[in-house]
């Protein structure tokens, strides 16, 4: 199993330019989240889907949108890029809830916008 | 939101026991606590996590106070793989399972 995995690695994009960051995991999993960590700091939730078809916004939904048309792929668009927006992107999946709940994360991609 | 709070680092002994705290006083009945690390450039991995009794496997121990309003990761023999931020989640399961990662420990073993 190749469990999460994140394209593309890096990316550079200009002010306004828009692009998409895809995450693809073979786990089956239900649950699927994007997360962006600033330098120095932790892992902040920007949205999330429970399940094929649905979405939901975490902490910093802003600036971003998602779609979840397949149960193995989640992906993460930006429409008009921001410097603000300069960060390492994660991905994780996790079963459903319950007591054996671990997320598995991504390698990650680092987006610069200038 | 429930947070947690950690020490911005600390420093251990090659193959000496390490004690990584956790202070999460405003835990609600239903939090899971779990604990992640991060090894550089990559993506945060599972280490342990448990609900109100101490915890134990292959990687860790965890101990949760009775109050449950701190918790200690215990890493038994740290090694220089163990070199990571460590960060301490507190899990609510009522609001759609979602993570919320602090700024974490950032642990350095000394050779």
């Known amino acids: 199993n190749a469990g999460v995995t994140q394209t593309p690695k890096f990316r550079v994009l200009k002010t306004g330019q828009s692009m998409t960051l895809l995450c693809a995991q073979d786990?089956?999993?239900?649950?699927m989240y994007w997360y962006r960590q600033d330098p120095g700091m932790g892992l902040r939730l920007i949205h999330y889907?429970?399940?094929?078809?649905?979405?939901a916004k975490g902490e910093v939904p802003d600036g971003y949108n998602v779609s979840r048309l397949k149960k193995q792929n989640f992906l993460l668009g930006l429409e008009s890029a921001a410097p603000s927006q300069t960060s390492v992107y994660f991905c994780?999946?996790?079963?459903?809830?319950?007591?054996?709940?671990?997320?598995?994360f991504g390698p990650g991609t680092r987006l610069t916008v200038t | 939101d429930a947070k947690t709070t950690q020490p911005n680092s600390m420093e251990s002994n090659e193959e000496e026991p390490v004690h990584l705290p956790c202070n999460h006083s405003?835990?609600?009945?239903?939090?899971?606590i779990h604990w992640y690390r991060q090894l550089p450039s990559q993506g945060p991995e599972y280490v342990i996590h448990?609900?109100?009794s101490n915890v134990n496997n292959r990687m860790a121990s965890l101990a949760i106070a009775e109050d449950r309003k701190s918790s200690t990761l215990i890493l038994h023999r740290a090694t220089l793989r163990d070199a990571a931020v460590y960060y301490c989640?507190?899990?609510?399961?009522?609001?759609?399972?979602?993570?919320?990662f602090g700024t974490g420990t950032s642990l350095t073993v000394i050779p």
């Open positions: 994780a999946s996790s079963y459903i809830g319950g007591e054996d709940y671990e997320q598995y």
């Open positions: 786990m089956n999993h239900e649950y």
């Open positions: 889907s429970v399940g094929e078809g649905t979405t």
């Open positions: 405003t835990i609600s009945g239903t939090d899971y």
């Open positions: 448990g609900l109100t």
């Open positions: 989640i507190l899990r609510a399961i009522y609001t759609g399972n979602q993570f919320y």
